[in-house]
C-alpha cells in the first residue's frame, strides 16, 4: 500500500495550493478519504474528507479556504487551498478515515505516506 501526497511548496501568505493524493494497493475503493494535518504535539487531526455519494466535509475554522474533490470511486483525491496564512504551514497527509492499519508483529498501527510539505510565507 502507498499513499502518495503530492503538490505542497512554498507560497505567500494569500497563495493558493492544490494537494493531489494517490491511494494504490488497495483493492476497494476507500469509502471515507480526505486530508490530515499535523498538529504540533498532537496526533494528526482530519482537515478534509469526501465520502463516496456523500458531501464533503471540512474542519469548522478551514471551511470556506479549502475544497476537496475525488474522482469518481478512485482513491484519488485533490485539496484546493485557498488564502493561504502562515499558520497553514505544515505537512498534509492523505488517508482514509480512520487511517489505513497495519499489523506486525501482533500490533497494529497507522499507516501514513510521508506527506506533502506547505510552506506559507508572511
Known amino acids: 500500500v502507498q499513499l502518495q501526497a503530492s503538490g505542497g511548496g512554498v507560497v505567500q501568505a494569500g497563495g493558493s495550493l492544490r494537494l493531489s493524493c494517490v491511494v494504490s494497493?488497495?483493492?476497494?475503493?476507500?469509502?471515507?478519504i480526505g486530508w490530515y494535518r499535523q498538529v504540533p504535539g498532537k496526533e494528526r487531526v482530519v482537515i478534509a474528507y469526501t465520502s463516496i455519494g456523500g458531501v464533503p466535509s471540512y474542519e469548522d475554522s478551514l471551511k470556506g479556504r479549502l475544497t476537496i474533490s475525488r474522482e469518481g470511486a478512485k482513491n484519488v483525491v485533490y485539496l484546493q487551498m485557498n488564502s493561504l496564512k502562515p499558520e497553514d504551514t505544515d505537512v498534509y497527509y492523505c488517508?482514509?478515515?480512520?487511517?489505513?492499519?497495519?499489523?506486525?508483529?501482533?500490533?497494529?498501527?497507522?499507516?501514513w505516506g510521508q506527506g506533502t510539505q506547505v510552506t506559507v510565507s508572511s
Open positions: 488517508n482514509s478515515i480512520p487511517p489505513l492499519t497495519i499489523r506486525t508483529d501482533g500490533y497494529t498501527y497507522n499507516y
Open positions: 494497493g488497495v483493492t476497494d475503493s476507500i469509502k471515507n
